[in-house]
């Protein structure tokens, strides 16, 4: 797989929330997730954490993506299904030895009028 396909199917993997695993497996072992507030170390943390929240966002869609050799820059919006508010988040990727090796993501809640657009 090369970077684009990788991204897009590790993106795709996470909506759907009856088996983690498989966003699991496009994950290095050390992968590391910062959003900003605080980072989560390993893959398998990364799966423990979402399996808390198996809830699935609903209308999510992409916005843009950009990919190189080694990594990539996505942007998507989506809504919360627990308490219906639409963000648009930013994700750059970084791609090592066929595997997702990082996740730099930037979160912004979307206002009402840009939701209703």
Known sequence: ??????????????????DFAEMESYLADDFVFDAGAGELVGAATVRAMVEQNPE???DVR???AAYWDDGG??????????????????????VRN???GSISATFAQLAAAATEA
């Not at 820059?73 to 970084?94: D, K, M």
Request: zero cysteines; glycine letters at 10%.
């Open 62 to 64: 992409m916005v843009d």
């Open 56 to 58: 699935p966002w609903v």
């Open 1 to 18: 797989m090369d970077a684009e396909e990788l991204i897009t199917a590790y993106w795709r993997s996470w909506q759907d929330p009856s």
């Open 73 to 94: 820059v996505i942007v998507y919006e989506g809504t919360g299904s627990r308490g219906g508010i639409r963000h648009r988040i930013a994700e750059l990727i970084r």
């Open 98 to 100: 066929g595997r997702i």
